[in-house]
């Protein structure tokens, strides 16, 4: 099956600094990324898509200049977290969609997630 | 504005029980999918069961099925011979076909009493 890598899977960061998160698609590739977060025992919420070679997409109310994605290559994309303030603090989660060849099943295969934490 | 929904916050069932957890919808799409997504504490996000919405099939796999009432929107899953490791957060979750987006309910956090 598709396997979505992500690193760190935890990382901890002072105030005012910033911190990048990686995703990785590891036996396939993935023209299309997606960044969620999750606060805890809630649902996870869309931050961005991302396509390969074009800019990400926002959804409304998200800070792109704040949350810097980056989706340079078929197998990777980032998230920058710029400028971190302990209100970031929350557990981030990517997924990718599957290779076409895959099926026409639309599902999306989700990296473990990396937890933030803003001190 | 498509929407999903998950009444139950939290239900609990007897190990070896069965349990079923709602989720309604609300679309004006005719083709879409649907899935049930397990998170356990571990927080990765695991694939339990998907649905194509022009099959009237129910899915099934191996001790999780769904009742699929497109006509009502709704998208239950049931869990028979509930096991300690079912133990997790459950989102139903859909997807229009040909959009990028999924759409999440709120999930229901399900507890296995042993």
């Known amino acids: 099956g598709a396997v979505v890598s992500q690193h760190p899977s935890w990382v901890i960061c002072k105030s005012g600094t910033s911190v990048k998160i990686e995703c990785r698609s590891l036996d396939f590739q993935a023209t299309t990324m997606f960044w969620y977060r999750q606060f805890p025992k809630q649902s996870l919420m869309l931050m961005a898509t991302?396509?390969?070679?074009?800019?990400?997409?926002?959804e409304q109310g998200v800070e792109k200049d704040k949350f810097l994605i980056n989706h340079a290559s078929l197998t990777l994309s980032t998230l920058t977290v710029t400028s971190a303030h302990p209100e970031d603090s929350s557990f981030y989660i990517c997924s990718a969609d599957p290779p076409p060849d895959a099926g026409q099943f639309y599902e999306q295969y989700f990296g473990p997630g990396t937890r933030l934490t803003v001190t | 504005a498509q929407t999903v929904t998950q009444s139950q916050p939290e239900m609990s069932v007897q190990e070896a029980e069965t349990v079923t957890l709602s989720c309604t919808y609300d679309t004006s799409e005719s083709d879409y999918y649907l899935f049930w997504y397990k998170q356990p504490p571990s927080r990765q996000m695991i694939l339990v069961i998907r649905?194509?919405?022009?099959?009237?099939q129910n899915a099934t796999e191996n001790r999780f099925s769904v009742n699929f009432q497109k006509a009502a929107k709704s998208f239950s899953l049931k869990i028979s011979d509930s096991q300690l490791g079912d133990a997790a957060m459950y989102f139903c979750a859909y997807r229009v076909q040909g959009a990028q987006k999924l759409v999440f309910g709120q999930g229901t956090r399900l507890t296995i009493n042993p």
């Open positions: 991302s396509n390969e070679g074009s800019k990400a997409t926002y």
């Open positions: 649905q194509e919405a022009y099959k009237q």
